[in-house]
């Protein structure tokens, strides 16, 4: 019997580790830790109202014998980089209390965006590649930050044993946050994981042999959807228009409020990056929802998928249109204000 602390046990993923804690007869208490009190509770959950960033975690973490962290702010668009390096300070504060307190086992949350986007990709990846996440995408460019401070941690604690996991876009009922929204589209292949299936898979690591060294672990279901399926699952076709400027227009949309393609993120909306599951499953782990179902349970496509193929032309061209107009009002514009500067 264990206690397991849990960070951002209010969070979506947060409470479905909760359930799963709470099934398992090994768990005798789960710590939770959030900044706000839990939707469900349960009978082994002793909850902490906490701000990782400040609150004290070290008296809290001294019952603990092992850590899963789920917490990660982030923030709005147009404001990421303060809530991406407050994530990378949360994580050392976290590790900070964790190693005082004698965690012997941490688990922690990252992301497969640490891989990049890039073309010349392997597909699918396997966790023995390099971590080249994308400079201009700092979602991801944070989380290869902490797995940077995870491993420095790890050789200060040498007793102690620390787990990644790596999923690709994780999907769920109960709405959709703005990176979710700025990964999942486009034409590519693209995997899409079910919320339950990564709680699954850190309940999963959690039981594993003790005896296990530290390790890294890509979480995500069965192969992948390839380009075209995948636009028409969230919409996401690209605009018959030229790449110079498909790509202004995409700015020229994000700054006006009209999409929620932050125009940083195009290279995971264009290029590959879908990871090999072969290690995970090789623990027992497999998941129960396809890509597919992944999508449809979470309503992300849904007003897509609604749509018949005709339909969804009309949208295609008509946006391309709306866009073509878009484009010409800002050139002219553009030319207008010149001649005024110069004429001055």
């Not at 099934?23 to 906490?50: C, M, N, Q, W, Y």
């Not at 891989?115 to 966790?127: C, F, I, K, Q």
């Not at 102690?160 to 700025?182: E, F, Q, S, Y």
């Not at 890509?218 to 790509?247: F, H, I, Q, T, Y």
Request: aromatic share 6%.
């Amino acid at each position: 019997m264990r206690t397991v602390i849990l960070t951002g046990v209010s969070g979506r993923l947060g409470q479905r580790v909760l359930a799963r804690l709470q099934a398992d007869p090994t768990v005798e208490e789960v710590i939770g830790l959030d900044s706000r009190p839990p939707i469900a509770g349960a009978p082994k959950l002793r909850f902490h109202l906490a701000d990782l960033s400040v609150d004290d975690l070290k008296a809290i973490f001294e019952d603990g014998d092992a850590l899963v962290h789920t917490d990660w702010p982030l923030g709005s668009p147009r404001r990421a980089d303060a809530a991406e390096s407050d994530a990378v300070d949360r994580t050392r504060r976290v590790l900070e209390a964790a190693g005082s307190a004698g965690i012997g086992l941490i688990v922690h949350v990252s992301s497969a965006t640490v891989y990049g986007a890039w073309p010349d990709n392997r597909v699918p990846l396997t966790e023995d590649g390099a971590l080249r996440p994308n400079p201009a995408v700092g979602f991801a460019t944070a989380h290869a930050e902490v797995e940077r401070v995870l491993a420095e941690w790890r050789a200060e604690h040498p007793s102690a044993r620390v787990v990644v996991l790596r999923p690709p876009i994780t999907l769920g009922p109960g709405g959709t946050d703005w990176v979710t929204l700025a990964l999942a589209p486009g034409a590519r292949p693209v995997q899409y994981l079910a919320v339950d299936d990564l709680a699954g898979a850190i309940v999963t690591v959690l039981s594993a042999d003790g005896d296990r060294s530290d390790d890294v672990y890509n979480v995500a279901p069965n192969g992948w959807v390839k380009d075209e399926v995948a636009a028409d699952l969230v919409g996401g076709r690209r605009l018959p228009l030229p790449d110079r400027v498909a790509s202004r227009l995409t700015r020229a949309l994000y700054a006006l409020g009209l999409s929620t393609a932050v125009p940083s993120y195009a290279p995971y909306r264009e290029h590959p990056w879908v990871v090999a599951n072969d290690k995970l499953k090789a623990l027992g782990w497999n998941a129960e929802a396809t890509n597919e179902e992944a999508v449809v349970a979470s309503g992300v496509g849904s007003w897509w998928g609604r749509l018949s193929a005709k339909r969804r032309q009309a949208v295609v061209l008509g946006s391309s249109g709306a866009v073509v107009a878009l484009a010409t009002t800002a050139v002219v514009a553009l030319v207008r204000a010149r001649r005024r500067r110069r004429a001055r």
